[in-house]
C-alpha cells in the first residue's frame, strides 16, 4: 500500500484553502485537489507492505506530536508537474525538528522517503499553469497542530483518495 505521514489541517481551514484554491483555479487552470485531500507531506514512504503499514501504524499511535504552530502566507509554484501550493515563508523551527526526527527515525528502519530537501508546502492544484511565487496579497492561514497522521492512498482514474490509517497523540 502506498502510504505517506502528513499534517492534515482541521475542516475549517480546508474550506479556506479550498476558497483559494478556487481562485487559483479560475486564474491558473489545473485541477484543482479537493478540500479533503489537502495535506502537507512530511514523508513520503510509497509502497510499503502490510507487516510495514502495521509497524507504522503502531508506532505513529504512540509517536508524541509536540504542538506546534505553521503559517501559510506564500504561494509558490513547482513548474514540473504544474503544481500551485500555498506554504510557509519561514518556516517555523518546530516543523522543521518534527519532520527531521520522523526522517531519522524512517532511517533507522532503512524505509526510504522523500523528500530528501523538506519545503513544506500544502497542493492546491495539479496540471496548472504556473506563476513566479508571491506572497499572498491576502490574510494569511494560520494552522495550529497537534499530531501527525498515516495515510493510504489510493489512486483510481476518478484521482487519490486519501485514508487515515493512524493519528498521533
Same mark, same amino acid.
Given at each position: 500500500?502506498? #502510504? ?8 475549517? #481551514?480546508?474550506? %479556506? ?54 503559517? #501559510? ?21 518546530? #516543523? ?72 498521533? %497523540?
Amino acid at each position: 500500500m502506498r #502510504l505517506f505521514l502528513a499534517l492534515t489541517p482541521p475542516t475549517a #481551514l480546508r474550506q %479556506r484553502l479550498g476558497g483559494l484554491a478556487d481562485r487559483l483555479h479560475a486564474e491558473l487552470g489545473g485541477r484543482r485537489i479537493p478540500d479533503d485531500n489537502l495535506h502537507l507531506t512530511l514523508a513520503f514512504l510509497g509502497e510499503q507492505s502490510d507487516t510495514t503499514a502495521l509497524k507504522l501504524r503502531r508506532w505513529v499511535q504512540r509517536y508524541p506530536c509536540a504542538p506546534g504552530r505553521l503559517t #501559510l502566507d506564500h504561494v509558490g509554484y513547482f513548474h514540473r508537474p504544474g503544481i500551485a501550493w500555498i506554504g510557509p515563508s519561514s518556516p517555523p523551527d518546530s #516543523l522543521l525538528k518534527l519532520q527531521s526526527d520522523l526522517s531519522q527515525q524512517l532511517t533507522r528502519w532503512g524505509l526510504p522517503h522523500q523528500p530528501q530537501q523538506f519545503r513544506p508546502h500544502v497542493s492546491l492544484l495539479r496540471s496548472a499553469m504556473t506563476q513566479s511565487a508571491q506572497p499572498l496579497s491576502e490574510d494569511c492561514f494560520c494552522w495550529p497542530y497537534t499530531s501527525i497522521q498515516l495515510i493510504q492512498s489510493s489512486i483510481s482514474h476518478e484521482g487519490s483518495r486519501y485514508t487515515t490509517l493512524a493519528t498521533s %497523540r
